[in-house]
C-alpha cells in the first residue's frame, strides 16, 4: 500500500514518535498522520478522534482507502475525552492554537504520567503553551522549528512533575532550539521580529504603552547579534 503524503510539518512531527506505540491523533481532520506512521510500520494502531463529525467521517473514509480501519477506531470527542482507555501512549495534537493544546491537556488529569509522550505543534501562541507545560510539571526534551509554506515549531513533552520557568526568548522560541540555533529558527525570529516592529508602529500612533513589545525587539536583537553578528 503507498503511503499518504504528508506535509513536511506532519513528518517531521511523525519522527518524534517512539517505535511501536499505539498512538492518539487529537483533531485528526484526515487521520494521514497515523495512517502514514501505521503504513511505514512504526505504530501498531490507535485512535484518532475530532470534535467535529465532518472530520470523523473523513479520518475515517481515509483510513478505509489505506486499509487501516482495522488497526484505528475514529471517534467524535473533546479533547483527550475517552482517548486514553484505547491504550496509547503517543499522543499528538497538532495544527490547534497553543492556548487551545494547552486547555485539551489541562481536562485530562490522567495525562500526568511518565508514560505519555505529547507531540505538540501549536498554530499560534507557543508561548502560552510552553509556559502551561513548565508550570504543570511537564518536561519537552525535543523542539524542532519546520519551514514550509509558514514557519512551525514542534515540541515533545511528557509529564515528570518537575516545573520549569522560561525566559521570554525560551517561552516563544523553546529552549533547545535556542541551545542549537538553526537557519529556521534565525528566520522564525527575524519574521516575529518584523511582527512586533509593526505593532509597536500601530500602538505608537494610538499613545498605547509598546513596553513589552519593545523587550521582546531588543531580546530578539541581541540574540541574533550574538550568533550572526548582526
Ligand atoms: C487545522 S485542523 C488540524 C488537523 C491535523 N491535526 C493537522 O495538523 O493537519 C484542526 C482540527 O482540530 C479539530 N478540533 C478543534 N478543537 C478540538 C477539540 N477540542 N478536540 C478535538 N478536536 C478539535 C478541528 O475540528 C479540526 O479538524
Redesign the pocket.
Known sequence: MNLPRISK??SSAASLVRDGVRIA??????A??PIYLYLSSKVSGGVV????QG?VDRARANLCDYGCEDAFVAQR???LDGVLAHGVEDI?I???GGE?IAS?IENEPEIKNEKYSLVL?P?THPEILRKYLGHNGFEIDCELIVEEDKIYQIMRARYTGRVSEYSLLELNFGARNLEKPTPELFALMKRTRAVYCERVKGKALSGVDTSQENEMIEKIDKFLSEYLGE
Open positions: 510539518r506532519l491523533d487529537i483533531g485528526t481532520d484526515h494521514y498522520l478522534s475530532d470534535i467535529n472530520p470527542a473533546d479533547g499528538f497538532l495544527g490547534m487551545l485539551i505543534q498554530m
